[in-house]
Structure formats: C-alpha cells, structure tokens
C-alpha cells in the first residue's frame, strides 16, 4: 500500500494512533529480516482473507451444525479447508481447522486422548520440545502427569531413553516433536514405541509443517494417531493451529476442540487458513519448501566457517540452532546486538543449558521467511557475517547499511 492510500485509509481517518503503530511494523518487517525459525511472511491474499468481513460471523459447531444462523458461508469456507488441508497431508482421515494456535490444538488433543490426570510423555523445552508438551509451567504439565524426555550428548533424541520411559511411565500418549530441534525425527520407531505401549501417538508437527506438507521431510501421517501443526510458520499461512486425525479419535478430538477447548471459531482465519493451503498446493512452494532447507544447510555451513558450534553440528530442516558456551557472549546479549545491526533473532536454550530462559547460551536461527523474501546463498553468506562478526564482538553499527541492503534487495511480499 503506498503512503497516500496508507493516509485516506478507514483505520488511519478513524484512529490514527492505532493504524500509526500498525504502519511502524509494516516498516519494521521491510526494514529487518526476520531468522526467528517460527516466524514467516504470509502473502497479501492470506491477510486480505483474513481482515475481511466473516470476522463479524458466530459459527459455532461444525459445517452443517451450527448453533446459529446464516452459517452457510462459513461451512463453505471450512468446508475447502478441510479439503484443502486432507489434500496436503494426504493419509489424514479428518482435518479439523478450527484450533486457534498449536498451543491449543496441543492441549485438545491431549485432553481428547489421555483425560484429564491422564499420563502423558514428550520432550522437554529444554532439549528442544515445546512448553505444551508437558513443561510444568503450561496447563499440559499441570492437568496431565507428565514425564519428559531429552536429548544425547550429541543434541539427538535417544529413543532408547524414550522406549525406557514410556515403559515406566505407560501414558496415554507420547509426544514427538520440538520447537527447537533441527534433525529429521523418526516417526514410524515413535509409532513402534506407542504400538509397543499402547499409547496414543501425537505428532506435533508445528515447526516442519511445510517441510512435511511439500514432501520435503518425511511425514507422520498414517503413523501417528493425531498430528497437530501450526500455520503461520513453515507453512506460511496465517496465525493458528490445525489437527490431523484418524478415524478412531475423530470424534473425541473434534468435541475436544468444540465444545471443549474453544467457543465460535475464528472464520477469518480458517478463510486464511484455506487460502494458504490453496497456495501450498500449487507448484512452487515444493522449490520454496526444499530452498528454505538448502539456505538452512548453507547458512549452518557458512557459521561453522565463523568457528561457531552447532547443536547437532548441522541441520536437517529449517533451523539451526547456535551453541555459544565457547565464546564470551550469551543468546540474550546476542539478540539484542543483533537487533541493532537489523536482524530479528531468537535467544534459545541449548541442551544442557547451564543460564535461565531470559538470558541462555544459544541462539536458534531459522530460513523461512528470509527465503520467502527471495535468499539465495550469497545473501546468506552475508547474513552468517554479520552473526559472526557480532559473535566475535564486532559493533551493530558496522553491519546495519549491509542488512539494509539486503532487505532492499528482497522485499516483503
Ligand atoms: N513460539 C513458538 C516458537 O517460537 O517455536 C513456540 O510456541
């Protein structure tokens, strides 16, 4: 949108403060390039679909059984995206699209599956997992009796020391999947360890969604009992959660989610949600999917160059994760020095971490949304420069013209 259009708008004639803030994030994403691993550029037509009018619709229920009128629209809407979603993620018996972010999709299902005080397993936040698969601070740890599992030495998970607690602890469910895990996870030796132990499989694919979904990186589809995902990260959609479900759990999750997690579904959003699926159907978004790995393998090679550590040494899909515990810095003062040269980056734990969450010894790095603004390996090569340079010491300031170089170069779409 141009400045004039921006000015005669109905939010900036009606209340300048508010469309004043949204026009500075509008400059702040054109003038940064983002590397935190969970964050992406969703496209125009995802965030018109979602600005529009059904915002306005109460559709609680489901397509066709709705506890209001003039629903029809909405069940058209839903309706596409469960087609569109089943198309993606091909094996899936249901799709239920009405989940407002991973967070909750997790704890449905996880009530649809084990009950409340049902016995749960997953990885720890600190090893990589996600606060919602048990962590003691998220409801999941609290309602559920949750045992974690970690990570090797080497920042692998140890299936093993999966199988050993799975047979001590018998959940109900075990849980793969992580928000800071960069390696290929085997889901078929998970589904073999839940078959074992009859428990129930829940894959939380929030992170990889569109690796999976472009035939990129193996999928737990038919593996795993439910998948759930986010849509606003590798898949490029926009904000909110999604649930994947074989036929002998549908109905439980589908009533966990409605009436039991949430009230009337966010339309607008599910209209997104169809959108970018539409979008991740079409041609090009397996290059972009195997192009957000290639310039994720690059740019962990290009900061091994730096002499910096990886946790794992490498990278399979989208992040890469930056052990600092060599050098003098720590993942907080990183960040902040990063942000002053330009670039939107994560404090994150490292297995084993010795520092607290708010400050930690890593930094997790991610290529999504530098990839949708168009990288290709020099401008990785520049963007692992400058983390190098800030790793060593060097000043922001010597870094911000060349990032905003690079971000002139490839804007936002
Ligand atoms: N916020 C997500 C992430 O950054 O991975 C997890 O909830």
Redesign the pocket.
């Known amino acids: 949108m141009s400045h004039d259009e921006a000015s005669s708008s109905p939010l900036h004639r009606q209340d300048p403060e508010v469309a004043g803030w949204l026009q500075r994030e509008d400059r702040r994403q054109r003038t940064t390039l983002t590397l935190?691993?969970?964050e992406n550029h969703c496209s125009a037509a995802v965030r018109e679909a979602c600005g529009s009018r059904i915002t306005d619709k109460y559709a609680e229920g489901y397509p066709g059984r709705r506890y209001y009128a003039g629903c029809e629209i909405a069940d058209g809407i839903e309706d596409l995206a469960r087609q569109r979603a089943l198309q993606l993620f091909a094996g899936a018996d249901t799709a239920n699209v009405q989940p407002h972010s991973?967070?909750s999709a997790n704890l449905e299902a996880l009530l649809a599956l084990a009950g409340p005080n049902g016995r749960i397993v997953g990885m720890s936040l600190k090893a990589g997992g996600?606060?919602s698969h048990g962590h003691h601070k998220s409801h999941t740890g609290v309602v559920f009796d949750a045992k974690q599992y970690g990570v090797d030495d080497r920042g692998l998970i140890d299936l093993d020391e999966v199988r050993d607690l799975v047979r001590e602890h018998r959940p109900q469910v075990l849980i793969a999947g992580g928000?800071s895990y960069c390696r290929i996870i085997d889901y078929a030796a998970f589904g073999e360890i839940a078959r074992e132990f009859e428990a129930y499989l829940l894959c939380d694919i929030a992170?990889p969604a569109g690796l999976i979904a472009a035939g990129v990186l193996p999928s737990p589809v038919g593996v795993a009992d439910v998948v759930t995902m986010t849509t606003h990260k590798t898949l490029r959609g926009p904000r909110g959660g999604l649930i994947l479900a074989q036929e002998r759990v549908v109905k439980d999750i589908n009533s966990s989610v409605f009436p039991g997690g949430q009230g009337g579904p966010l339309v607008q959003q599910i209209a997104g949600k169809a959108v970018a699926f539409g979008e991740a159907l079409q041609p090009g978004f397996k290059a972009y999917q195997q192009q957000v790995v290639d310039n994720a393998r690059w740019l962990a090679e290009c900061l091994v160059g730096h002499d910096l550590d990886l946790v794992t040494g490498g990278t399979d899909n989208h992040i890469v994760l930056v052990d600092l515990r060599k050098t003098e810095m720590t993942g907080a003062v990183i960040e902040e020095r990063a942000l002053a040269a330009g670039l939107a980056v994560n404090k994150n734990a490292v297995p084993g971490d010795p520092r607290p969450p708010m400050v930690t010894s890593g930094l997790r790095l991610g290529t999504p949304a530098i990839t949708t603004r168009g990288f290709d390996r020099d401008a990785i090569k520049a963007v692992a420069d400058v983390i190098g340079g800030l790793v060593r010491g060097e000043d922001p300031e010597k870094f911000k013209t060349r990032v905003q170089e690079l971000c002139e170069a490839h804007p936002l779409p």
Do not use: P
Request: hydrophobic residues 35%.
């Open positions: 935190i691993a969970s991973g967070t996600h606060l928000s992170h």
